[in-house]
């Protein structure tokens, strides 16, 4: 039988991404106790109808106890559970995030984190547009970056909830906050914020328009709708709390996007297609990476 790496593992939040750690973590039997609890009541009765794996708790005090805690929420919502949770925290317990923004987890949760407790924040590069404890499954984290960020801890903790991500599954990096906060703003954040616009592009057409966009959506346009059925509570919070690296790589994507439109309206058909190469290799780059 495996040993456990942690003798009781808390999720906070029973979404996608905590739902998919119970069910990853008690597959790899990582935990000797697995708990969760959701701020929402209607989310704890729905993750006990489906089953989940471990206990769902009613009170948020319960999991005091726990020798790791993973914050499974919107990054606007992290501060206030720390409020919460803070004064319950047994010594030693390590707390760790999910957040896709990392500088303002830090700012937001860090003056919270009591003495006793260790705070590691970290981030999984992985995701789906579904949402909710049923939308969670065990190889969510299967070959996916899981970011560990470097916030002073020791070596030997770092290391242990490096293999607690990769008994998950993930592959683990370590990543410095700010440049953290730089890369996913062009690999995720800006991606996200495109698509929605794209798509509330669509619904403000003329009904007969909109419609047939609708009923003859291409797969371009299908793969948008897709990204921008993601959880709005969620992306509200990621663009308020990354505004400076989202605002800095969409002034470079709007200049990249007024060089295109020149090129188009002149008929500079060595310029489009110049771009196009060199964007098609970095698509064959990322499936040899195996992110695909």
């Not at 990054?75 to 206030?80: F, I, R």
């Not at 500088?103 to 860090?110: E, F, L």
């Not at 909109?210 to 897709?226: L, P, Q, W, Y």
């Not at 400076?244 to 007024?258: G, K, T």
Request: contains cysteine; glycine residues 8%; proline residues 5%.
């Amino acid at each position: 039988m495996t040993k456990a790496l942690y003798d009781k593992v808390a999720i906070i939040g029973i979404g996608l991404v905590g739902s998919s750690v119970l069910h990853a973590a008690s597959r790899a039997q990582l935990a000797g106790e697995l708990l969760a609890w959701d701020h929402k009541p209607e989310v704890r009765a729905e993750a006990r109808q489906l089953g989940l794996p471990g206990r769902i708790v009613e009170n948020i005090e319960e999991l005091g106890a726990a020798d790791l805690v993973l914050l499974c929420v919107p990054v606007g919502a992290m501060a206030g559970v720390m409020q919460l949770l803070g004064p319950c925290l047994q010594p030693d317990t390590v707390i760790t995030d999910t957040g896709s923004t990392k500088r303002s987890v830090i700012r937001d949760v860090g003056p919270l984190v009591p003495d006793h407790v260790l705070f590691i924040p970290s981030h999984p590069l992985a995701g789906t547009e579904f949402s909710g404890p049923g939308a969670g499954f065990p190889d969510l984290f299967k070959n996916r970056y899981w970011l560990l960020i470097e916030n002073g801890a020791p070596d030997e903790q770092m290391g242990r909830l490096a293999r607690f991500f990769v008994g998950l599954g993930a592959v683990v990096e370590v990543m410095d906050a700010d440049y953290h906060d730089r890369v996913l703003a062009l690999t995720s954040h800006l991606p996200h914020l495109i698509a929605y616009t794209i798509v509330s592009t669509a619904v403000d057409l003329e009904a007969d328009l909109k419609n047939d966009v609708i009923r003859f959506s291409a797969s371009g346009f299908r793969d948008f709708t897709r990204i921008a059925a993601s959880d709005p509570t969620m992306w509200r919070d990621v663009f308020l709390n990354n505004d400076e690296a989202v605002l800095e790589m969409l002034q470079r994507f709007s200049e990249d996007l007024s060089y295109l439109q020149r090129a188009i309206r002149w008929q500079e058909g060595d310029k489009l297609h110049d771009l196009f190469t060199r964007t098609r290799s970095i698509r064959r780059s990322i499936i040899d990476a195996g992110q695909d």
